[in-house]
């Protein structure tokens, strides 16, 4: 077994430190294997080792000892984050072959510190599925049983992390699309507060809920992934970060007082929510009391309705990101003599079903008659959910739920359903109408038909309040409530 | 939802579908639109607040917040050619006529 593969990105980096291993030989080794078992795996669209681009060659090669975020190791990129030069699809034909001519903030501040990007990692079509099965280029499959679904949109990116092809992948969560994969591949999935990272080079989707998350094998890798990663930018004026925090630091020390947790109960249901994985819940609950963690139950007063209220303005917010891919600006030049119907034709032939579908939901409802009655109420509702979710933090340090209402399904189990997908993500939503950080951590694993399934629970606390959220997760895992396995089929 | 305001929508967006693509929509949009139209008839009653800026996410349309960007980035930023604003390219087409 090739150790370094399934290592945590903290002992990468010691052994780096240590001259034990360098840089160069990490980045070679995990190029190899993303090459030996994408074809089985198809995670990756593009290898980027594969290019000999001069934008790929960075100098940093030794890391610095008085730095400890992530530096001079390797990673995957989400097929929708810019790197100058590398074609960047979004998982769809309508981009396909379209090489940016600059790379995004958060990819940027990684190159800055030695870092190497491995490969782009398939996604749903503009970020749009739960499963990865809205791929252009192929459905990446789950590694711990191939006929399975890895989750998604950021699917790719969690397959990479969990089988030992990438120690750190860089995915995009605007409903859930880190944490569910996370889940459903059994490693830690974290979505920051909206505003904590740059979204200044990623392909949008829905701008006021898009933000880029981090996949790693290891709880503390987190930390180390945001201290990079989290740098001011004056290219998105909606990056609130600033330079003065030390996540690793901050995640290393123990609570002052024992943390309370708000178990939301609505989805203690098991009508909504596996009854496998509310066995992991309540188990889980009973752990952390001992502990010494005070665990109560709440209530999120019309929680039920932010899948609803997400779907509308994520699909309103689409329709108008989407509008630049008519052949002109984005998209291959048509050759219909009518500007219309040159539009009609790029767009028609360019789009998935999945990303038609929201295109005319968001088109719907935003449209003259229809506005009021979806688009603006949606936006009242999203505001009460966001202060009925303050409200019940202000009370509790973090809110536990289960991170998705099922264990990984099978492949076209739910694509002739759209609704039945959008469920997928029933748990996480909120999250993400309030602009709050979230964490999937991996708890263990039920079993299907003699197969082993990852089973993820999910954390949330307070707007820019992500150290107190990494501290968790470094605490559950040093107590062994959490914590990353290698799929055995793929352990060398 | 009918097959013809789904013609209509896909106008509306610049899309094209098959007669067989359609029909096939026009029952999973009215599906669709009976899961999102939970929240017009749940929010009837909704309570009408004011919401405190610290408690909203960072992108909010209808509030102006204060910058982080200092103003020394400002100042040293390329001075930006106004006059751009206004060249307009020839539109040819359809859509030059519907204006």
């Known amino acids: 077994m090739n150790e370094i593969l399934f290592d945590t990105a903290v002992n990468l980096q010691k052994q780096i430190t240590a001259n034990q291993l360098s840089a160069k030989e990490l980045f070679d080794i995990q190029a190899e294997a993303a090459l030996k078992h994408n074809p089985t795996l198809n995670c990756y669209h593009i290898i980027t080792s594969e290019y000999t681009s001069d934008n790929l060659i960075y100098g940093v090669d030794y890391p610095s000892l008085e730095y400890n975020g992530y530096q001079c190791l390797p990673f995957s990129t989400k097929d929708l984050m810019c790197i100058t030069s590398v074609e960047t699809t979004a998982g769809s034909k309508i981009l396909s072959g379209w090489k940016p001519p600059y790379t995004a903030s958060v990819v940027q501040n990684l190159f800055n510190r030695g870092c190497r990007s491995i490969g782009m990692t398939n996604m749903d079509e503009f970020a749009m599925g739960s499963s990865n099965e809205y791929c252009s280029w192929g459905i990446p499959r789950n590694p711990w049983d191939l006929n399975r679904v890895p989750g998604g949109s950021s699917g790719g990116a969690a397959v990479s992390v969990a089988s030992g092809l990438a120690p750190l992948a860089l995915g995009t969560d605007t409903g859930g699309s880190v944490r569910q994969p996370a889940a459903f591949c059994g490693i830690y999935g974290y979505k920051p507060t909206y505003g904590l990272f740059s979204r200044y080079g990623i392909i949008a989707y829905a701008s006021s809920l898009d933000q880029v998350g981090i996949f790693t094998r290891g709880a503390l890798d987190l930390a180390m992934a945001v201290e990079t990663i989290a740098q001011p930018d004056p290219l998105d004026s909606t990056c609130q970060a600033t330079s003065d925090k030390h996540y690793v630091d901050l995640a290393n020390q123990s609570f002052d007082h024992p943390p309370r947790i708000g178990v939301i109960k609505h989805f203690l249901n098991p009508e909504l929510v596996d009854p496998a994985i509310l066995a992991h819940l309540e188990r889980f609950i009973t752990e952390v009391t001992k502990l010494g963690w005070q665990v109560v139950e709440v209530e999120l007063p019309m929680l039920e309705l932010s899948l609803p209220i997400y779907y509308i303005i994520s699909c309103a917010e689409c329709s108008s990101n989407l509008a630049r891919y008519d052949g002109i600006r984005y998209g291959p030049t048509g050759d219909h003599p009518d500007l219309k119907q040159r539009y009609i034709e790029v767009r028609s032939k360019g789009f998935g079903q999945e990303v038609r579908r929201r295109i005319l939901l968001g088109t719907y409802v935003l449209s003259s008659g229809y506005k009021d009655a979806f688009y603006n109420k949606a936006r009242e509702v999203r505001n009460a959910i966001s202060s009925n979710v303050n409200n019940l933090l202000s009370d509790c340090d973090f809110l536990l739920t289960p991170t998705t209402p099922d264990l990984p399904f099978k492949f076209g189990s739910k694509t002739r359903d759209p609704v039945k997908m959008y469920t997928s993500d029933a748990c996480l939503t909120f999250v993400n109408l309030a602009g709050l950080p979230g964490v999937s951590i991996p708890v263990g694993f039920s079993s299907i038909d003699g197969v082993e399934l990852p089973v993820g629970l999910h954390l949330t606390s307070k707007r820019f309040n992500d150290e107190r959220l990494l501290q968790a997760c470094v605490q559950l895992e040093l107590a062994g409530l959490c914590g990353y396995k290698a799929p055995k089929a793929f352990i060398i | ?99």
């Open chain 2, 1 to 99: 939802m009918s097959e013809e305001e789904i013609t209509k929508l896909l106008d509306l967006a610049r899309l094209e579908l098959s007669n067989h693509e359609i029909s096939g929509l026009a029952q999973q949009f009215g599906d669709m639109l009976q899961f999102v139209g939970q929240v017009n008839s749940a929010a009837q009653n909704l309570e009408q607040k004011p919401m405190i800026l610290k408690d909203s996410i960072a992108f909010r349309d209808d509030i102006i917040s204060q910058t982080r960007i200092c103003s020394s980035e400002f100042i040293s930023a390329r001075q930006k050619d106004s006059r751009r604003d206004f060249i307009v390219p020839r539109i040819v087409g359809g859509e030059a006529r519907d204006e």
